[in-house]
T-cell receptor, first 113, second 120 residues
């Protein structure tokens, strides 16, 4: 089955700086890669996603990149703000097979004042 | 946007009792729903795939007789934790996939708000 690795587990960045979270996946059938932000006690919120026919996607301060050959994908947050502090999860799914979303272990992002 | 609700949001029960958690898609139909469990400071672990009108598919290591799943309609899936024990205390979250999505939206899932279970 799919295995998603995520690094780092904790990340502290100065407000205004950029944050990068990296993930790898194992199943070449995976074609959908969502990123979720989860605040304490709340449900995961989809913040951006990318599909295997695209190498990069951007939405304001958030961007994702995907390297299918290397099975790597990354989340980039620029101009970080205090409200960006949360736990971020990458995930992978094979939408033309079973739609199961397999999550990485998460990255706790701290934005320092 | 699509809304998924869960009930109850929080439940405390005694060891040995059973607890039922409902997951509803409020404004769309979902042939498939997913159940996850999340322990404190850990990731979401997929427990099972709930299929409307058929048996659920459980992930390896998840006891199907302990975690009973019923998906009786296109908008409701239930998870029953039978004979709950303290180690079952966790945050249970469901998600639902929109039926018939296409045009670049395949696979998009919407998560419920979660149910926090505490077994004493």
């Amino acid at each position: 089955g799919e295995n998603v690795e995520q690094h780092p587990s904790t990340l502290s960045v100065q407000e205004g700086d950029s944050a990068v979270i990296k993930c790898t996946y194992s199943d070449s059938a995976s074609n959908y890669f969502p990123w979720y932000k989860q605040e304490l006690g709340k449900r995961p919120q989809l913040i951006i996603d990318i599909r295997s026919n695209v190498g990069e996607k951007k939405d304001q301060r958030i961007a994702v990149t995907l390297n299918k050959t290397a099975k790597h994908f990354s989340l980039h947050i620029t101009e970080t703000q205090p409200e960006d502090s949360a736990v971020y999860f990458c995930a992978a799914s094979a939408t033309n097979r079973d739609d199961k979303i397999i999550f990485g272990k998460g990255t706790r992002l701290h934005i320092l004042p | 946007g699509a809304v998924v609700s869960q009930h109850p949001s929080r439940v405390i029960c005694k060891s040995g009792t059973s607890v039922k958690i409902e997951c509803r898609s409020l404004d769309f139909q979902a042939t498939t729903m997913f159940w996850y469990r999340q322990f404190p400071k850990q990731s979401l672990m997929l427990m099972a795939t709930s299929n409307e009108g058929s048996k659920a598919t459980y992930e390896q290591g998840v006891e199907k007789d302990k975690f009973l799943i019923n998906h009786a309609s296109l908008t409701l899936s239930t998870l029953t934790v039978t004979s709950a024990h303290p180690e079952d205390s966790s945050f249970y979250i469901c998600s639902a996939r929109l039926l018939g999505l296409a045009g670049g939206l395949e696979g998009t899932q919407y998560f419920g708000p979660g149910t926090r279970l505490l077994v004493l």
